[in-house]
């Protein structure tokens, strides 16, 4: 279903690295977070070794503890909730809209209490969420941007995350990638400086300065940490990637075109639809739902034509220990998509033909 797009400048970079001798956090990872500050237009970035680790450190950030309340939707990986459960908080899910499959600002706005504490609106498949109406709903609450499928999307006229704190996923499936990894972009120095402590043992600063030429290698931690940095390994593979975003995205818009006219006017199979307004999708995935024949069924026909697919995502308010812990949610839409959903090959590398394979078989299977 996806396969990272590396070529020759990604190996040149990491050999580099290692033959450097620094392979650890350092200056090709300071390098990459500017980098990709300068990209989003965000004021700052943090490299860390994966967006879950960001998410963590954003909510304990935000002081996100037993007995607040986290609104996000349910249509997301179970990342987000695991680390707004992990910090003794109630994930209230919010619907959304069929055709996008993101977040409905209206759903957001009914599900606000006294104890909501924070908003987490997913850029679902690269569409950026509605952020304009999902702000004025929020006020005073602290919103944390999903950015996890949103490299290279913007809402507006701006990249994701260039306001808002916003967690960005580089693992290998992601738009570029670092093998495993995740940047946050944010906005202010106390939050970054906090970030920043909280990702390497609560030490101020980074190894490479300790240990560098006529440095200092004492310190002191005035709060515990975790272990979360990225390494230089992976900094120098995400800026090579970072460098080829554009023509990464360019080909995923064009493989989603070809999808959306080869597979057009199939019955039983809704296409993804674009959220209104002016944006950039980034088309990290592209999902479709079947209504005429089983998914099980359809997944088999895939597999027998050795077509890869996959599944974004098992809804988190079917979970079994969030059911267990917080009951069923009500949903009515992400309840009538759980069982259709399944996500097409979608790589820079596919080729023409190969995508047309894609379109021929899936209309030999439902037509």
């Known amino acids: 279903m996806s396969k990272p797009f590396l070529g020759s400048e990604e190996i040149d970079a990491v050999v580099n690295v290692l033959k450097s001798g620094w392979i650890t956090t350092g200056p090709k990872c300071t390098e990459?977070?500017?980098?990709?500050?300068?990209?989003?237009?965000?004021?700052?970035?943090?490299?860390?070794?994966?967006g879950t680790a960001g998410m963590h450190l954003v909510l304990r950030a935000l002081g996100i503890q037993t007995g607040d309340e986290v609104?996000?939707?349910?249509?997301?990986?179970?990342?987000?909730?695991?680390?707004?459960?992990?910090?003794?908080?109630?994930?209230?899910?919010?619907?959304?809209?069929?055709?996008?499959?993101?977040?409905?600002?209206?759903?957001?706005?009914?599900?606000?209490?006294?104890?909501?504490?924070?908003i987490i609106p997913v850029h679902f498949a690269g569409?950026?969420?509605?952020?304009?109406?999902?702000?004025?709903?929020?006020?005073?609450?602290?919103?944390?941007?999903?950015?996890?499928?949103?490299?290279?999307?913007?809402y507006r006229g701006n990249h994701i995350g260039r306001k808002n704190p916003a967690i960005f996923s580089l693992h290998p499936i992601k738009n570029i990638t670092t093998g495993e990894g995740g940047m946050v972009t944010v906005s202010g120095e106390q939050l970054q400086q906090q970030l920043r402590l909280q990702r390497f043992h609560g030490i101020e600063r980074d190894a490479w300065k300790r240990y560098g030429k006529a440095s200092d290698p004492t310190y002191d931690i005035i709060e515990p940490g975790f272990k979360y940095n990225m390494t230089d390994i992976q900094a120098a593979l995400g800026l090579e990637q970072l460098k080829r975003i554009a023509v990464i995205t360019k080909r995923r818009n064009e493989i989603a075109a070809r999808y959306l006219a080869g597979l057009d006017g199939i019955d039983g199979l809704d296409l993804p639809g674009a959220p209104a307004g002016d944006h950039q999708h980034s088309w990290h995935l592209f999902v479709v739902k079947t209504?005429?024949?089983?998914?099980?069924?359809?997944?088999?026909?895939?597999?027998?034509?050795?077509?890869?697919?996959?599944?974004?995502?098992?809804?988190?308010?079917?979970?079994?220990?969030?059911?267990?812990r917080f009951g069923r949610a009500v949903l009515p839409v992400t309840d009538?998509?759980?069982?259709?959903?399944?996500?097409?090959?979608?790589?820079?590398?596919?080729?023409?033909?190969?995508?047309?394979?894609?379109?021929?078989?899936?209309?030999?299977?439902l037509t």
Do not use: W
Not at 303 to 311: F, R, V
């Open 127 to 154: 569409a950026p969420a509605d952020m304009d109406a999902i702000e004025e709903i929020a006020g005073s609450i602290p919103i944390i941007e999903d950015a996890a499928h949103a490299i290279d999307t913007h």
């Open 291 to 324: 209504t005429a024949m089983p998914r099980k069924e359809f997944m088999q026909g895939l597999a027998e034509h050795n077509i890869g697919y996959g599944l974004h995502f098992p809804p988190c308010h079917t979970l079994s220990y969030v059911l267990s």
């Open 336 to 365: 009538t998509v759980v069982d259709k959903i399944i996500s097409l090959p979608m790589y820079p590398g596919l080729h023409d033909e190969q995508v047309q394979r894609v379109i021929d078989v899936v209309r030999t299977l």
């Open 32 to 50: 990459f977070e500017q980098a990709f500050a300068s990209f989003t237009g965000a004021q700052h970035a943090v490299s860390l070794s994966s």
């Open 71 to 118: 609104i996000t939707p349910s249509m997301t990986f179970a990342s987000t909730v695991n680390q707004i459960v992990l910090a003794g908080a109630r994930p209230v899910f919010a619907d959304i809209d069929y055709d996008t499959l993101l977040v409905r600002p209206d759903e957001i706005a009914s599900r606000i209490t006294p104890r909501t504490k924070a």
